[in-house]
């Protein structure tokens, strides 16, 4: 039988049982009961959840539910089921009525008569036909059972009658679960989550369950305004500087004090070179973790800085003409990891 199912059959669980279902499954819902649902994953890596995709061929009542693995969650005494689909297995539909619509419900249900006293210990895919009517609704999910997928049959279909087109006729009702831990992808749910620090993927967007809702995680950004200092002979002007994920960008603005600063051998091409110009300071916490370099401008020349792992901004030539003159306001920013 290529539906399998774990801890339930009262002749025995195979060995090929044990090895296809899986109890590593479990985001819990409480302290002692899981979220049941399908385990996500696809050969190619391409869908969040392969396991019991519905196909099936336009003008036939038949369709075809391919192999995957899922939990089934009873009651707090009867525990959690697991349940794997080794081959892929045929459902037929009945045909519609004459008048009004149905919608036929898909559910993995399991069957434990030590429970629920109906003869049978075993898994199973089944069709749950619902009632025709004008406005038709998805039948109720039976008890120890996870939906799959609801099926809209229109009025007098049959196979053969050329009114049975697939495509817009099935609603994917599958929900994943994953193991503790494990971040779970969003399909088609709006579930609460089971603890503090959850992480869900919601179509692209990681989300963390805050005790009372899902949220994005929140991105701490740091902002300073002041701390640096400036070396000899310059005065500080402004100080920006801003830090998130471990990534700093500063700009830093430094007026001239002193006296006119020259670089040596400044020309019309080459830049004059300083030694090592000590502009300011970086404050703490703010400062590279390895040696980076930035340019620096005064509106009339420019020149390179060196920004050190003690937070020292120096600057190293300038150019064109080779000389800042006092009261010039030099800029320099910068980006780097800290």
Same mark, same amino acid.
């Given at each position: 039988?290529?539906?399998?199912?774990?801890?339930?059959?009262?002749?025995?669980?195979?060995?090929?049982?044990?090895?296809?279902?899986?109890?590593?499954?479990?985001?819990?819902?409480?302290?002692?009961?899981?979220?049941?649902?399908?385990?996500?994953?696809?050969?190619?890596?391409?869908?969040?959840?392969? =396991?019991?995709?519905?196909?099936?061929?336009?003008?036939?009542?038949?369709?075809?539910? &391919?192999? =995957?693995?899922?939990? /089934?969650?009873?009651?707090?005494?009867?525990?959690?089921?697991?349940?794997?689909?080794?081959?892929?297995?045929?459902?037929?539909?009945?045909?519609?009525?004459?008048?009004?619509?149905?919608?036929?419900?898909?559910?993995?249900?399991?069957?434990?008569?030590?429970?629920?006293?109906?003869?049978?210990?075993?898994?199973?895919?089944?069709?749950?036909?619902?009632?025709?009517?004008?406005?038709?609704?998805?039948?109720?999910?039976?008890?120890?059972?996870?939906?799959?997928?609801?099926?809209?049959?229109?009025?007098?279909?049959?196979?053969?009658?050329?009114?049975?087109?697939?495509?817009?006729?099935?609603?994917?009702?599958?929900? &994943?679960?994953?193991?503790?831990?494990?971040?779970?992808?969003?399909?088609?749910?709006?579930?609460?989550?089971? $603890?503090?620090?959850? $992480?869900?993927?919601?179509?692209?967007?990681?989300?963390?369950?805050?005790?009372?809702?899902?949220?994005?995680?929140?991105?701490?950004?740091?902002?300073?305004?002041?701390?640096?200092?400036?070396?000899?002979?310059?005065?500080?002007?402004?100080?920006?500087?801003?830090?998130?994920?471990?990534?700093? %960008?500063?700009?830093?603005?430094?007026?001239?004090?002193?006296?006119?600063?020259?670089?040596?051998?400044?020309?019309?091409?080459?830049?004059?070179?300083?030694?090592?110009?000590?502009?300011?300071?970086?404050?703490?916490?703010?400062?590279?973790?390895?040696?980076?370099?930035?340019?620096?401008?005064?509106?009339?020349?420019?020149?390179?800085?060196?920004?050190?792992?003690?937070?020292?901004? $120096?600057?190293?030539?300038?150019?064109? %003409?080779?000389?800042?003159?006092?009261?010039? /306001?030099?800029?320099? %920013?910068?980006?780097?990891?800290?």
């Amino acid at each position: 039988m290529p539906l399998r199912s774990g801890w339930l059959s009262p002749d025995g669980q195979s060995r090929e049982d044990t090895r296809h279902v899986s109890l590593g499954a479990l985001t819990p819902t409480s302290a002692t009961t899981s979220r049941g649902g399908v385990l996500p994953g696809s050969s190619n890596g391409a869908s969040r959840v392969s =396991g019991f995709d519905l196909t099936a061929q336009d003008d036939s009542m038949t369709a075809t539910i &391919a192999p =995957g693995r899922a939990v /089934v969650q009873g009651t707090q005494a009867q525990g959690a089921y697991p349940v794997a689909l080794t081959e892929p297995i045929e459902l037929t539909f009945d045909d519609g009525d004459p008048q009004y619509g149905r919608i036929d419900l898909v559910a993995l249900r399991v069957y434990d008569t030590v429970y629920d006293g109906l003869g049978r210990a075993e898994a199973v895919i089944e069709i749950v036909k619902g009632e025709a009517k004008a406005i038709p609704t998805v039948p109720a999910t039976p008890a120890l059972a996870i939906p799959l997928y609801a099926i809209r049959l229109p009025p007098g279909v049959s196979s053969g009658s050329g009114d049975m087109i697939w495509s817009g006729a099935v609603s994917n009702l599958r929900t &994943a679960t994953v193991a503790v831990g494990g971040i779970l992808p969003v399909t088609n749910d709006s579930a609460n989550g089971a $603890y503090p620090g959850q $992480y869900r993927d919601n179509n692209g967007v990681l989300q963390r369950w805050t005790g009372t809702a899902w949220a994005e995680p929140t991105v701490v950004v740091e902002t300073a305004t002041t701390g640096a200092t400036a070396g000899s002979n310059w005065s500080m002007t402004s100080f920006n500087a801003r830090r998130t994920r471990g990534v700093c %960008s500063f700009n830093v603005q430094v007026t001239r004090t002193g006296a006119n600063l020259t670089a040596s051998a400044a020309g019309t091409t080459n830049p004059g070179q300083l030694t090592d110009e000590l502009l300011c300071t970086l404050p703490s916490g703010w400062r590279p973790a390895t040696e980076m370099f930035a340019v620096a401008g005064d509106g009339n020349g420019s020149g390179a800085a060196r920004i050190a792992t003690d937070g020292g901004v $120096y600057l190293l030539n300038w150019t064109t %003409s080779g000389v800042i003159l006092t009261n010039a /306001v030099v800029r320099v %920013s910068s980006c780097y990891v800290l």
